[in-house]
């Protein structure tokens, strides 16, 4: 198989990493919503917490297209 | 005319070519954004505090919210023993905050979407993380990577993944920014090009996009900063608060 088309399969491969980061977003803000709405007034001195909690399972998403770039565009 | 997306992350330089020793020093377009970032926050806080009131009219208001926020975050996560570290912090997410947002105005180059950038700065956090730990609880630092509660045959394998995910911290704190400023840009430059492509007929769909994206960049610009912050914090408070 030549290089490039070998490329395009890794980048492609590389993307399947964010239904990982669908799920986690998911579980973040599912969870958040219930506890939110069971414990009103204790859900906003968590927001912060939620906001990091995002970031992170963000962060993994992006995690994901840096290897599909390295991949396609640095070997 | 759709000009190269990734045309905005050139360093080129401005200005004369400088050399030490044939390292090349000269001035460049993100040298240039780091100093009007600096230059904006330095005149913020002296705006603020050239006439210091008991109750604060509008421009210390507001350097007192910057203030309280980072204060406050920084005393939920490490605790009152970090409080010697609050300039540091303050300075990290001023820069990181200033650098993602004015990378958003037009013809503006983003420094933080140069992996180098971010590196450095994570590195300068986790060097200065793991030289705190050892300066205050000398050799027992290494007790982080032995949790408490751990059943002994599980003991070497947990070790080393405590290991490895305390190594993983600079990548992983540097990437973050990274690649979120990249990508954000990135998908900015292929929207735009989008809507000069699509023209008068089409391209009010890419450009309502656009704007939503553009809104979005803003809170990820930052949230990017106010996670780098915190996740120091949290690094800072591993090294300081060290009772297993």
């Given amino acids: 198989m030549e290089l490039e088309a070998a490329k395009m399969i890794g980048a492609g491969l590389a993307a399947i990493a964010l239904a990982g980061v669908g799920v986690g977003m998911g579980t973040i803000f599912g969870s958040y919503l219930s506890a939110a709405i069971r414990n009103p007034s204790a859900a906003q001195k968590q927001f912060p917490t939620l906001l990091l909690g995002f970031a992170l399972t963000e962060a993994i998403g992006l995690f994901a297209l840096v290897i599909a770039l390295l991949i396609l565009f640095a070997f | ?244």
């Fill in chain 2, 1 to 244: 005319m759709a000009t190269n997306p990734m045309h905005q992350f050139e360093v080129h330089r401005i200005g004369p070519s400088l050399s030490i020793n044939g390292i090349d020093v000269s001035f460049t377009n993100s040298s240039l954004f780091m100093l009007i970032s600096s230059i904006l926050i330095i005149t913020f806080f002296m705006i603020g505090t050239r006439k210091v009131n008991i109750i604060p009219d509008k421009i210390q208001l507001i350097n007192e919210i910057v203030f309280n926020f980072i204060s406050k975050m920084i005393s939920e996560t490490a605790g009152p023993k970090a409080k010697p570290y609050f300039p540091f912090i303050l300075t990290i997410f001023l820069f990181i905050l200033t650098l993602n947002m004015i990378g958003l105005l037009p013809y503006a180059f983003t420094v933080t979407s140069q992996i180098i950038i971010t590196f450095f700065l994570a590195v300068v956090i986790f060097i200065g993380v793991t030289v705190v730990g050892f300066a205050k609880n000398g050799i027992g630092f290494l007790k982080i990577f032995a949790p408490s509660g751990v059943p002994i045959f599980l003991f070497p394998i947990i070790v080393a993944i405590e290991i490895i995910s305390f190594l993983s911290r600079p990548v992983s704190l540097s990437v973050r920014l990274f690649a979120n400023m990249l990508a954000g840009h990135t998908m900015l430059k292929v929207f735009g090009g989008f809507v000069v492509s699509l023209g008068i007929i089409g391209g009010w769909l890419p450009l309502s996009f656009s704007v939503a994206l553009t809104a979005l960049e803003i809170l990820v610009a930052f949230l990017q900063a106010y996670v780098f912050a915190v996740l120091s914090c949290i690094y800072l408070n591993d090294a300081l608060n060290m009772h297993h």
